[in-house]
């Protein structure tokens, strides 16, 4: 299982990006799939994520200002992420759940992180 994230770059401070996170490989159902973001000498920290039957989760400081979204078809999740913020600038690392048999607890994969910088 992979997950392939894009969409990241540079934004001014109120600016607007949106990111993309596809999963491929042997894949036989995804449960949550969410987006988390790291800053140099701070701990990942959640952003959002949705589970399988679109429920969600933001973290407070992104709430009103990012929407997550995926597409079960396209085994895909977006962040679009409006009214961007200097503090908003981080690596963003996207995240799934995966199950790639039958029967099999589900496995923790993460993206390869693509970095948000936002100038004021």
């Known amino acids: 299982v992979q997950l392939q994230a894009s969409g990241g770059g540079s934004a001014q401070a109120g600016g607007s990006l949106r990111l993309s996170c596809v999963a491929s490989g042997t894949i036989v159902s995804i449960n949550v799939m969410g987006w988390y973001r790291q800053t140099p000498g701070k701990e990942r920290e959640l952003v959002a994520d949705?589970?399988?039957?679109?429920?969600?989760n933001y973290a407070e400081v992104v709430k009103g200002r990012f929407t997550i979204s995926r597409d079960n078809g396209k085994k895909t999740v977006y962040l679009q992420m409006n009214n961007l913020k200097p503090e908003d600038t981080a690596v963003y690392f996207c995240n799934g759940r995966v199950r790639s048999r039958l029967g099999q607890t589900p496995g923790t994969y993460w993206g390869q992180g693509t970095l948000v910088t936002v100038s004021s």
């Open positions: 949705m589970s399988r039957d679109g429920n969600t």
